[in-house]
């Protein structure tokens, strides 16, 4: 319950209203006197003041004006006799959150002080929300220095700057590339670095919607907009504005949504399903998919004007076996944090470790590359990932190290790759010498020629030394 500072000079008044309230449970202290007021406030520190405008000489207007510089965060209401739209406006533009005429109806005063103060903690709450969000955010970091990944974080850094100088509305951003490639990580760094961007991060997940709730979802419905709908629910449009909101993987997109989308982004307005009226927005909008849209557009299942409103700014991520350099970077920044969360000290990677993860393709990018290493770090006994520690048994593959290496101009062993192709065409054709020859586009002879020099056995293809 608030503390309440009653500041009134009718002194039957504000016992009756202090009596009132303590009986509700709130803490009260009354204060007659206008020259003493700002020290009674000192002292107590309410949560909520309720003050009369006229005290004796004392302009109550420019005792609010006093508390809210020394307090912003402490509520007020005026209470006075003299009550009109110009007085009403005032005392609002002084900082009161709410206004009443005399004689006050203590229900009513009760109600009043129950909406600021819950008003004021949800405000709280946000506030709180946002700056342990803004914390969170300022740590994002867009990690690596390769070429690819430089290149990346200029195009950012012009777009950020852009933004800055800019005296229109932001166009959407589209961020392409592979699934894992971090896509979520860019956008919530743009975020965090564009300026007047206040509101919250709000994120949906396309393809993890249910297509009869993706309208509701974004725009909001209104109580008994249909079956389900008991109360009013602001979309995230509303819950983003002055933020961003980031819709992943907006090539899953329903096609009815789709023109709905692309009115909201073209008017800045939505309407909430089941409500007649629009409502404005101000936010950033980040799509990001892995899709090829164009094909999709072509084929008829994304709509051409929605894919030019969202590609005004393009930013593709590059996929992990494109930027092999940075591999070691991300996997140290990992393994930090690994050690943190999980409480094991000194946790690296042997350098045979360090090796193997340099040579592999990642397919699943920077988010296979995260999974792996913290997979690893559940399963081992001490704090030295091994390459046996890794949970992927095709890393080791030497016809893919051979390609890494050639792509980074690097020697090979290339009698290492022509076993391995020969010990996978044996597997693929069971053992069998001349469907495996067909399959090399050699002679049987040949085959069992490389076979013995290799030590592997005809019957299986398998190591087997002599």
Known sequence: MPKLLIVEDEI????????????????VRLVHVGERVMSAFREFAPHLVLLDLRLGGVNGLDLLQQMKAEAPDTEAIVITAYGSVEVAVDAMKHGAAEFLTK?????????????????????????????????QLKQIQILGESPEMQAVRRQIDRLIHRA?????????????????????????????????????????NCSAVPRELFESELFGHQRGAFSGATADKPGLFETADGGTLF??????????????????????TVR??????????DLLLIAATN??????????KFRQDLY???????????????RVDDVTLLATHFLNQLAIKYDVPGLKLSEAALETLNQYSWPGNVRELQHALESATLTIAGSVIEPNDLPMPTMVDPVRRAMRALEHDRPINLEEVEKELIQQAMRRTGGNVSAA????????????????KFGLSPERGENDAK
Do not use: C
């Open 437 to 452: 020859a067909r399959l090399l586009s050699i002679g049987r002879e040949a085959l069992r020629y490389r076979l013995a």
């Open 164 to 204: 800055a100088a800019a005296t229109t509305d932001m166009p959407a951003i589209l961020l392409t590339g592979e699934t894992g490639t971090g896509k979520d990580l860019v956008a919530n760094y743009i975020h965090a670095a564009m300026p007047h961007r206040s509101g919250p991060f709000v994120a949906l």
């Open 12 to 27: 039957s008044l504000a016992r009756s209203m202090g009596d009132a309230l303590s009986g509700n449970g709130h803490e």
């Open 247 to 268: 819709l992943d993987e907006v090539g899953d997109l329903p096609a009815e949504l789709q023109p709905k989308l692309l009115r909201a982004l073209e008017t800045r």
């Open 103 to 135: 004689p006050v109806d203590l229900d009513v005063l009760s109600v009043a002080i129950e909406r600021v103060w819950s008003s004021s903690q949800a405000r709280r709450r946000l506030e709180q929300f946002r700056n342990v969000q803004a914390g």
């Open 291 to 300: 899709r090829d849209l164009e094909a999709q557009v072509a084929a008829g």
């Open 308 to 322: 030019y409103r969202l590609k005004v700014v393009t930013i593709e991520l590059p996929p992990l076996r494109d």
């Open 272 to 281: 909430r399903v089941g409500e007649t009226r629009s409502r404005s927005f």
